[in-house]
T-cell receptor, first 111, second 117 residues
Framework: GQSLEQPSEVTAVEGAIVQINCTYQ??????LSWYQQHDGGAPTFLSY????GLEETGRFSSFLSRSDSYGYLLLQELQMKDSASYFC????????????FGAGTRLFVKA | GAVVSQHPSWVICKSGTSVKIECRSL??????MFWYRQFPKQSLMLMAT?????????EQGVEKDKFLINHASLTLSTLTVTSAHPEDSSFYIC?????????????FGPGTRLLVL
């Protein structure tokens, strides 16, 4: 089967750094993606890791360790607008090409 | 950037009626489109994968006769909820991948909120 685990909620203050972890179990693993979703809106793509290591895109970075089936999203210099849900997702080619999403982590950024 | 539109954004209907939701890729050709449903404060649940010109692949537990998917062109996929019932009320979101960037980057539509009375 396939499963992804991530914390349900994280709270941090403006300007801080927060790390959202994701562990996964899946066969046919190809890569780990991260999406952001504000309340009432659609998910937007943040990052994708196919290989081990850190990918940096502005204030957001994403890390993958394939041997540990683990990844994280790092958000730096937090802003109020970063309050949203963050989903990790894996591509899974078993039974067809599709993406499986984690349950999501709700990030609350406080002033 | 790649834009995906959905129409309608909101729909309220009576129980027993059918509702069609359109998903369009506006500035790229979508090799594959995905349909998800999402309940409040929950994750996205993949309903089906749709490739242009072929039958959709439904996830386990999703009734293909109830959720009809048509992907007639590289820019349009439709989801029809047939004989809708209150339990079908949900947020339906489509996404698409293009020929160039492939699966890693899914472009999501703004979603359609369905309320069945």
């Amino acid at each position: 089967g396939q499963s992804l685990e991530q914390p349900s909620e994280v709270t941090a203050v403006e300007g801080a750094i927060v790390q959202i972890n994701c562990t996964y179990q899946t066969s046919g693993f190809y890569g780990l993606s991260w999406y952001q979703q504000h309340d009432g809106g659609a998910p937007t793509f943040l990052s994708y890791n196919a290989l081990d290591g850190l990918e940096e895109t502005g204030r957001f970075s994403s890390f993958l360790s394939r041997s540990d089936s683990y990844g994280y999203l790092l958000l730096q210099e937090l802003q109020m607008k970063d309050s949203a849900s963050y989903f990790c997702a894996v591509r899974d080619d078993t039974g067809g090409f599709k993406t499986i999403f984690g349950a999501g982590t709700r990030l609350f950024v406080k002033a | 950037g790649a834009v995906v539109s959905q129409h309608p954004s909101w729909v309220i209907c009576k129980s027993g009626t059918s509702v069609k939701i359109e998903c369009r890729s506006l500035d790229f050709q979508a090799t594959t489109m995905f349909w998800y449903r999402q309940f409040p404060k929950q994750s996205l649940m993949l309903m089906a994968t749709s490739n242009e010109g072929s039958k959709a692949t439904y996830e386990q537990g999703v009734e293909k006769d109830k959720f009809l998917i048509n992907h007639a062109s590289l820019t349009l996929s439709t989801l029809t909820v047939t004989s809708a019932h209150p339990e079908d009320s949900s947020f339906y979101i489509c996404s698409a991948t293009d020929r160039v960037t492939a699966w890693e980057t899914q472009y999501f539509g703004p979603g359609t909120r369905l309320l069945v009375l």
